[in-house]
């Protein structure tokens, strides 16, 4: 199949659950489970363990409904803004968060990541944690020049964006372009932390393909 005909994540909207279901359940058989799952929330405890990325705001700029990589950012941020792409990947997220009937249920990297912090009998705790402090779930457009003209996000002291450039970049340039739209949320001095997949072509929900820009580590 020719990339060209590749689906686009933010043009084609394929579906949250199923998206979920496919690489980030429990499921032990779950394609890239290390990949997906265990490396960016270790790589993360990690890092903020540090001591050195703290605050009031953390903006969370990912592709999906993904929460996962961000039990250890509660500890360390007292608020917590979502940015995504479309409304279906926001209403999933909400489901989550109002503890609504059909959730996605995390609680298996709820679990992972109080395991890493020593705190295995506080899944529950971490859990409303992360819960409380994701104050806005936003949608935004990346053909706009911020990023969303509905509501005026704040500046953070710290930006996440996990595999979204991977899926909406169509090449490098478009890659640095909607980078530096990204690195505007950022305050001075703010720390920027970026997850992206290596010498990707495209990934799959259910029968379709979608659109991965590929690069290696030189870009």
């Known amino acids: 199949m020719d990339c060209s005909s590749y689906k686009l994540y933010h043009v084609h909207d394929h579906d949250s659950r199923a998206y979920l279901e496919t690489y980030f359940s429990g499921n032990p058989n779950a394609p890239f489970k290390d990949e997906l799952l265990r490396s960016p929330m270790e790589k993360l405890h990690n890092a903020f363990s540090m001591g050195h990325m703290a605050g009031k705001l953390l903006i969370d700029i990912s592709a999906g409904p993904l929460i996962h990589h961000l039990y250890s950012a509660c500890e360390f941020f007292q608020e917590i803004i979502l940015m995504r792409t479309n409304e279906q990947c926001i209403m999933e997220i909400m489901k989550w968060q109002d503890d609504r009937t059909g959730a996605f249920c995390w609680g298996h990297m709820a679990?992972?990541?109080?395991?890493?912090?020593?705190?295995?009998?506080?899944?529950?705790?971490?859990?409303?944690?992360?819960?409380?402090?994701?104050?806005?779930?936003v949608k935004f457009d990346t053909e706009t020049e911020s990023l969303t003209d509905l509501i005026e996000v704040p500046q953070a002291d710290c930006v996440i964006t996990a595999c979204l450039l991977d899926k909406v970049c169509k090449d490098q340039d478009d890659y640095m372009r909607n980078l530096r739209k990204i690195v505007k949320l950022l305050k001075p001095g703010g720390h920027l932390i970026l997850f992206g997949t290596i010498n990707a072509s495209y990934y799959t929900v259910g029968d379709h393909r979608f659109h991965v820009f590929k690069y290696d580590e030189i870009l």
């Open 111 to 137: 679990a992972h990541v109080t395991d890493l912090e020593g705190k295995s009998d506080e899944c529950e705790a971490k859990e409303m944690k992360l819960k409380s402090a994701i104050t806005h779930v």
